[in-house]
């Protein structure tokens, strides 16, 4: 027997039964066939690496005023590691859940993906445009950055889950 609970706010006043969990089995079957999930699988280690060395970067050129180019580079890099992973989550998304952002199970988690992407996207038409500065733009480069972490931890929390109710547990 499925676990449910009651969805009391449906419209003609009758309740009905929702999957407690992440994913329907359905849902999680199209989950475990598609490539895109293996594509998330590798891009996400690889965009966090780049964070990781952004930062160390940003943080260097802004504590010293040394490795401009470098941190400037590794920004780059970063951003384009997002835009990719945000186009192949949106592809995954459709795959598993039939829409291609903002559903239901990745609602928030989406929408701060798309802070993140204003906020990166910001700096690069920062440095395109040379507004800001060159430290200014290394401090937009940190809050795109600070954003993303939050962003990264809300799906390590959701994947975490994910795993707890494949097990049983949640």
């Known amino acids: 027997m499925r676990k449910?609970?009651?969805?009391?706010?449906?419209?003609?006043?009758?309740?009905?039964?929702?999957?407690?969990?992440?994913?329907?089995?359905?849902?999680?079957?199209?989950?475990?066939?598609?490539?895109?999930?293996?594509?998330?699988?590798?891009?996400?280690?690889?965009?966090?690496?780049?964070?990781?060395?952004?930062?160390?970067?940003?943080?260097?050129?802004?504590?010293?005023?040394?490795?401009?180019?470098?941190?400037?580079i590794s920004i780059l890099i970063k951003t384009a590691l997002l835009l990719t992973i945000m186009v192949t989550g949106a592809i995954w998304e459709k795959a598993v859940f039939g829409q291609y952002l903002l559903a239901p199970a990745f609602f928030w988690e989406d929408v701060v993906s798309f802070i993140v992407i204003a906020l990166h996207l910001a700096y690069v038409a920062a440095l395109m445009t040379g507004a800001l500065g060159a430290a200014g733009q290394m401090w937009l480069a940190l809050a795109a950055y600070a954003t993303y972490a939050i962003n990264a931890v809300q799906f390590i929390l959701k994947l975490r889950r994910a795993r707890l109710q494949s097990r049983g547990m949640a």
Do not use: C, H, M, N
Request: hydrophobic share 50%.
């Open 4 to 72: 449910t609970v009651k969805d009391f706010g449906a419209s003609d006043g009758v309740a009905s039964a929702v999957p407690i969990g992440l994913y329907t089995p359905e849902q999680r079957a199209r989950r475990d066939a598609s490539v895109w999930t293996l594509v998330q699988g590798i891009l996400a280690p690889l965009q966090f690496l780049a964070f990781a060395v952004s930062t160390v970067l940003v943080l260097r050129y802004l504590a010293s005023g040394d490795g401009y180019l470098a941190a400037t």
